[in-house]
């Protein structure tokens, strides 16, 4: 598929805000929206001017998540992404982004993955949940008035570039705390 090609504009401005190369050509730098199921809506904020994802590999940019302003195009650092899963999502209720950060380690004792909030204003963090032994994970999620994240994290049974037949965790989260809801318990 050599020319294959995804562009996504916006319809206000008419402006290109996304472009996609499907073919494999373009080597370097690398976005990336999480796949969620079906949720990606999660990545746009609720006023829908910015979008969020995670960057790798960019000679002048660290590793992490950042916000792109669709209209401006100015894209913001917001926080660290080791592996850059690109697992985050808005929050419906405050100026926050919620985003996941992995510590890679060679056995479930040594890696870890927390569930980070950054205040977009102030780019203050504060940790929502750590779950020891995690790795990697399918998405992260708000729900529809904001008080609960969705959050999917992998638990690997031997060797994490392995995810075979590694189970996968699923838990709801209060987005004010990162309490456990009483039925989706870790």
Not at 7 to 30: H, I, M, N, Y
Not at 41 to 58: E, G, L, Q, V, W
Not at 115 to 140: I, K, M
Request: glycine share 10%; aromatic share 14%.
């Amino acid at each position: 598929y050599p020319s294959q090609k995804i562009v996504f504009r916006d319809p206000l401005s008419g402006k290109t805000v996304w472009r996609l190369t499907t073919d494999g050509t373009q080597e370097g730098a690398l976005n990336t929206l999480r796949d969620a199921s079906g949720m990606e809506a999660n990545h746009f904020a609720p006023d829908n001017r910015r979008i969020c994802y995670s960057k790798r590999h960019h000679a002048g940019k660290p590793q992490g998540y950042y916000v792109m302003d669709i209209l401006t195009g100015v894209e913001t650092y917001v926080g660290p992404g080791s592996s850059s899963w690109g697992m985050c999502a808005f929050s419906k209720t405050r100026n926050e982004l919620f985003f996941g950060y992995f510590k890679a380690g060679t056995s479930n004792s040594t890696r870890w993955m927390e569930v980070r909030a950054v205040d977009l204003g102030t780019f203050a963090t504060r940790v929502l949940r750590r779950f020891e032994g995690a790795f990697g994970g399918p998405y992260l999620s708000v729900n529809s008035d904001g008080t609960y994240l969705a959050v999917g994290f992998r638990v690997p049974n031997g060797d994490p570039a392995e995810f075979v037949d590694d189970p996968v965790y699923h838990i709801i989260l209060k987005t004010t705390d990162g309490s456990e809801h009483p039925n989706w318990k870790y």
